[in-house]
């Protein structure tokens, strides 16, 4: 039996899958480690389930040294909380959860533009204080979804997804960016460059992976270039975003509004940003739903059974 750390409660089902083989220790608080924590775990388990927050760094591979980890299985397919080449120099693979997430996360992709554009937010906080006098014809009027211009950037599994419930939902016209040319079964136009995408969109939704090559990807330029009716939506990662530019942007009306579910510095989300009305602000929601959840404690969990039973992991990044 090997030693398995699970850095957070998980659902059963993902214990369970672990425990029936492994000798299984489940971290019992659902905030980030410590360097502590993320350095003693390196040096006692075979293998660890971590996810967003569990900031591996390079420091941390160096200052563990005496490593007994040979795996890191994420929890979730965005990894940059890793640094993943620290992490083979020291003999520790590192997997990720791709795909069983995506569904889930493009749905929240148009809960936000939804929500954005149709000023769900605000009409909720009327309806909550009690301040909701009646219907009339020019209350809330927001922006119209059906048939306008939707822009992706990076079209991967997650970007395609957002962009099929745009075309095939929503009769949207699909632009988009991406680091390669794409192959598409559906409608949709590849762009040069981002601000002659960000230029002719209505939605301007971000699908990139965080952390060092997309980080800022996303800047002033990019939102001056922006329709001032224009919404920006981020699902993907806080640090593709420079947040003080988004902040600028929509301070200088530049753009019309934003649906954030990821922030710079997460959990801290500017006062500016909940002080604004037309800025949809969820708590990091893309794949919380109880199904998806479970999907990718299952795929973690099934990256550390083969990784210990002598085998290649099923999702290496
Ligand atoms: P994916 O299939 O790998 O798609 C990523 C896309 O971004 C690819 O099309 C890729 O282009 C493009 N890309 C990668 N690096 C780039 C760069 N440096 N510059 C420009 N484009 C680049 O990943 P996915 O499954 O769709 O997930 C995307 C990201 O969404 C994840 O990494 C994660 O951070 C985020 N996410 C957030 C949530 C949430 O809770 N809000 C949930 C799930 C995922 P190529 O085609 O050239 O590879």
Redesign the pocket.
């Known amino acids: 039996m090997k030693k398995v750390l699970v850095t957070r409660p998980m659902p059963d089902a993902v214990i369970g899958a672990l425990s029936a083989a492994h000798k299984v220790a489940v971290r019992d608080d659902t905030g980030p480690m410590s360097r502590v924590e993320m350095i003693a775990a390196l040096q006692r388990f075979d293998a660890i389930l971590p996810t967003i927050g569990d900031a591996f760094s390079a420091e941390i591979f160096a200052a563990a040294s005496e490593i007994r980890a040979g795996l890191l299985a994420n929890f979730?397919?965005?990894y940059?909380h890793i640094d993943v080449t620290a992490a083979r120099a020291h003999g520790v693979e590192v997997t990720n959860t791709?795909g069983v997430?995506?569904d889930a996360?493009a749905d929240?992709a148009l809960t936000l533009i939804l929500a954005t554009a149709r000023r769900a937010g605000e009409g909720e906080r009327l309806v909550r204080a009690g301040r909701w006098h009646g219907w009339h014809p020019t209350q809330l009027l927001g922006q119209q979804v059906t048939g306008t211009r939707l822009g992706i950037v990076?079209?991967?599994?997650?970007?395609q997804a957002i962009a099929r419930r745009g075309h095939y939902g929503f009769g949207m016209e699909v632009a988009y960016t991406?680091?390669?040319p794409?192959a598409l079964d559906f409608p949709a136009r590849q762009i040069e460059t981002l601000t002659a995408l960000a230029a002719e969109v209505d939605f301007l939704v971000v699908?990139?992976?965080?952390g060092a090559?997309?980080h800022h990807?996303i800047g002033a330029e990019v939102f001056a270039a922006m329709k001032p009716t224009g919404i920006f939506v981020n699902?993907?990662?806080g640090d593709v975003v420079d947040e003080a530019a988004l902040i600028a942007a929509l301070k200088a009306g530049e753009i019309a509004g934003a649906g954030l579910?990821?922030y710079e510095n997460e959990p801290e989300v500017p006062e500016a940003l909940r002080l604004m009305e037309n800025v949809t602000l969820l708590p990091?929601?893309?794949?919380a739903t109880l199904e998806t959840r479970a999907a990718m404690g299952l795929l973690a969990a099934d990256n550390i059974l083969s990784f210990l039973a002598g085998e290649a992991p099923i999702s290496p990044v």
């Open positions: 979730g397919v965005g940059n791709p997430l995506t996360t929240l990076g079209m991967g599994r997650i970007g991406n680091r390669s794409k699908a990139v992976p965080g090559a997309t990807l699902i993907a990662r579910d990821v990091h929601l893309g794949s």
